[in-house]
């Protein structure tokens, strides 16, 4: 079992950035892929980002590429995701997700294990 808890999230001006942590219990943090997704209000939750189990591969949805930058530090048990040139569309609950993959992508049936999010609201 792997618990997965969210924290980084806030209220932040257009054009403003955050870093958003999710910390992961367990002794297998570094054998698992992770990923971040997001739900904004009335819409379906959708992927974000992901990396690999080393961190030598991400992935990331294309209205996120060049703003968001994805992580993970293995040692802390911690993968974080790097929010820069937030827009109001950014606005949602953002989710960490872990997959019992090396490598895992979009699809949130590759995810075993999910936190409970952290809310972004970006203001005009």
């Known amino acids: 079992q792997v618990q997965l808890v969210e924290s980084g999230g806030g209220l932040v001006p257009a054009g403003g950035s955050l870093r958003l942590s999710c910390a992961a219990s367990?002794?297998?943090?570094?054998?698992?892929?992770m990923g971040w997704f997001r739900q904004a209000p009335g819409k379906e939750r959708e992927f974000v980002a992901a990396i690999s189990w080393r961190g030598g591969t991400t992935y990331y949805v294309d209205s996120v590429k060049g703003r968001f930058t994805i992580s993970r530090d293995n040692a802390k048990n911690t993968v974080y995701l790097q929010i820069n040139s937030l827009k109001p569309e950014d606005t949602a609950v953002y989710y960490c997700a872990a997959a019992r993959l090396r490598v895992a992508g979009p699809a949130q049936n590759e995810y075993d294990y999910w936190g409970q999010g952290t809310q972004v609201t970006v203001s005009s």
């Open positions: 367990g002794r297998t943090f570094s054998s698992y892929a």
